[in-house]
């Protein structure tokens, strides 16, 4: 088993924690896993990419992935850099951080590519309503774990509370809510089937 | 105890748990997670009689660290890039005058053009200041480097860099099992300084030293680098006696055994680089990678042993000598019998990615003979952008008149 996790986002959006918080919960669940920041020049607002390795095997390559199972995309306006989608294979999937639908996005020519899965999940409006400020990074994580069922909400939620431990309890708590709400919330979307395109 | 957490959390913690005395510091990406993390702990309280250092620069941190060392104190920096350069002043010193300290580098290109990203550049080109230069291949052994460090300065009173690369396991979060307490104190005794600096009982260390006796001190110097390959050794075994895995040593051979090829490298790549070696093992190509932990001293004759009977060598260079040509491959050349093929080939500088995927090509063709052995290969090398600068810039250079 194993789960190759790529993150897009930007400076201010939480991509590097994302991928630790995936890393912590499955370490968490007895598994292998190492988050990889790649940073670039770490201003607010540029393009930020962070990887997450998850196996039940030692991992012992230090490389960025290329070859991802699951991209999570937390700026929409990111979707057309080429370099976003590169190595996804045709069974790959994609997360989005949109409000819009689907069929929307493709209307938009944003969702291109081959036939992958393709899941949206408003984060920042979960975000601004739990938070106050649109941060999509643990709802992005919650709806990881509900997609692949290989994250307990446990393990997601001890991973959130101890990496904002130094933020207070009710900051904690609150992101730990947000992940849960964005794992219910997929895994009700996904119940009927999966979503493609 | 096993945690997920970030390299330089986990170096910061296990240099804590080595006690320094003196931490002298000037941050610089992608140390800097390092030095801040050591600063909070000392500032927490949790690392106790320790004076924390905040310098001007890094000629400052190194030339505290001397003075901290002279004066019988445990002494440790960390710096990469630039910052190592700005050090470059001291380091021959702190060696020199034998004073044991610990430093880390965060491995970093030099510039310019700037760049914060990681190769091997920076320590690379401090190699001849006189310190033992260790490579780590993951964290864990990052770690454990450091507390064998500590052991070794002492024991050999000698200063010793532990080199890491940057962001690529700095920035990393994995597994690592960071030692306890009291397994650390169990290992390292409290620091005795061979002499110290004390009122009370003057000596003096770095009296001046002329033309009657400069080679004599230099070559002692050269004769103690070369004993301290026993010693990395057998640290190294007191290691994994102690804490129940192998880290450390000379060399890190993998699968080298009947192999008709043997990558060589430092550093992290290790890691993919014995992914590569698994899966072409699988498709029935001979092939092996040997790491090389112990840089400086070089292991001449452990290297010599490995490679004895591999008719072609790949050496993994992430950093070159301008001008001249490789820096680990003219070290290989050196060690390998004159008939073997040595495949020297640059690439990773700046960042650049050593994924799977190059990784594998680069034996393949190595294989399939399209990488000379002859001069160096800059393997992951954009041509076709190379080729139309050159254009450009030959069409420019001037006629031998001068008129132009």
């Known amino acids: ?16 924690t994302a991928a630790e918080l995936l890393s912590v919960a499955a370490f968490e669940q007895g598994l292998h896993a190492q988050a990889l920041p790649s940073f670039g020049s770490e201003r607010t607002g540029a393009p930020v990419t962070a990887s997450c390795r998850i196996s ?15 991209l999570v995309v937390q700026d929409l306006t990111l979707l057309r850099d080429p370099v976003v989608m590169a190595g996804l294979p045709e069974d790959g999937t994609v997360v989005v951080n949109t409000n819009r639908d689907l069929a929307d996005l493709v209307h938009g020519g944003l969702v291109v590519g081959p036939a992958q899965r393709w899941v949206t999940i408003p984060a920042n409006d979960l975000s601004r309503q739990l938070l106050g400020r649109p941060v999509p990074n643990t709802a992005l994580v919650g709806a990881v774990a509900g997609m692949t069922d290989l994250l307990s909400p446990e393990a997601v939620a001890t991973a959130i509370r101890r990496r904002f431990a130094g933020l207070g309890e009710e900051i904690a708590e609150a992101n730990v809510r947000l992940a849960e709400q964005a794992r219910d919330l997929v895994m009700t979307t996904t119940a009927g089937g999966d979503v493609r395109c | ?21 003196v931490v002298a510091a000037y941050p610089i990406s992608p140390q800097t997670h390092i030095v801040e993390a050591l600063s909070e702990l000392v500032g927490s309280g949790d690392l106790t009689a320790c004076e924390y250092l905040t310098v001007e620069s890094e000629f400052g941190a190194l030339s505290a660290c001397i003075g901290a ?27 020199g005058l034998g004073l044991p300290m610990v430093m880390t580098v965060a491995n970093r290109a030099l510039g310019a053009p700037i760049n914060i990203w990681n190769d091997h550049s920076d320590a690379l080109s401090q190699r001849d200041a006189g310190w033992l230069m260790l490579f780590a291949s993951s964290n864990q052994e990052a770690v454990d480097l450091h507390v064998q460090a500590f052991a070794l300065a002492e024991r050999l009173s000698l200063p010793v860099m532990v080199c890491m690369d940057g962001f690529v396991l700095t920035h990393a979060v994995e597994e690592i099992d960071v030692p306890g307490q ?3 104190d169990a290992f390292l005794p409290p620091f005795r300084a061979r002499q110290w600096l004390d009122p009370d009982e003057p000596v003096t260390i770095g009296a001046m030293v002329g033309p009657e006796a400069f080679t004599e001190v230099k070559y002692l110097m050269a004769h103690r680098q070369l004993r301290a390959l026993d010693d990395v050794s057998q640290v190294a075994r007191d290691f994994a006696a102690a804490f129940g895995r192998d880290s450390g040593g000379l060399l890190r051979p993998y699968r080298t055994a009947d192999a008709d090829v043997v990558v060589v490298a430092l550093g992290s790549v290790l890691g993919s680089l014995a992914d590569v070696v698994d ?5 029935g190509l001979a092939v092996g990678a040997l790491g090389v932990t112990c840089y400086r001293p070089w292991p001449l ?18 950093a070159f000598a301008v001008g001249s040509g490789s820096i680990l491959g003219q070290d290989v050349r050196l060690s390998v019998p004159a008939a073997t093929k040595v495949h020297d080939v640059v690439l990773g500088l700046g ?14 063709d190595v294989v399939a003979g399209q990488v000379g052995s002859d001069t160096l290969t800059f393997y992951d090398l954009d041509h076709q952008r190379v080729a139309t600068e050159l254009a450009r810039e030959l069409a420019d250079v001037p006629s031998a008149g001068g008129a132009s």
């Open chain 2, 182 to 184: 009291d397994e650390v």
């Open chain 2, 301 to 318: 004759d452990e290297v010599r042993r490995a490679l004895r009977e591999v008719p072609r060598v790949v050496v993994l260079n992430r």
């Open chain 2, 279 to 283: 899966e072409l093992r699988d498709e």
């Open chain 2, 351 to 364: 960042g650049r990615p050593l994924t799977h995927d190059v990784l594998r090509r680069l034996v393949l």
């Open chain 2, 69 to 95: 060392s002279a004066a019988g104190a445990r002494a440790y920096t960390a710096t990469a890039s630039q910052g190592i350069l700005f050090m470059a002043e001291a380091l021959p010193n702190a060696s």
């Open chain 2, 1 to 21: 105890m096993l945690r997920q957490v970030e390299g330089s959390r986990a170096v910061a913690e296990t240099v804590a748990r080595c006690r320094p005395h």
């Open chain 1, 1 to 16: 088993m194993k789960l190759d996790v790529r993150i897009h986002g930007r400076g201010g959006q939480g991509v590097v």
């Open chain 1, 56 to 70: 039940d095997l030692p991992i012992r390559s230090h490389d960025p992935i290329s070859q991802p199972d699951l």
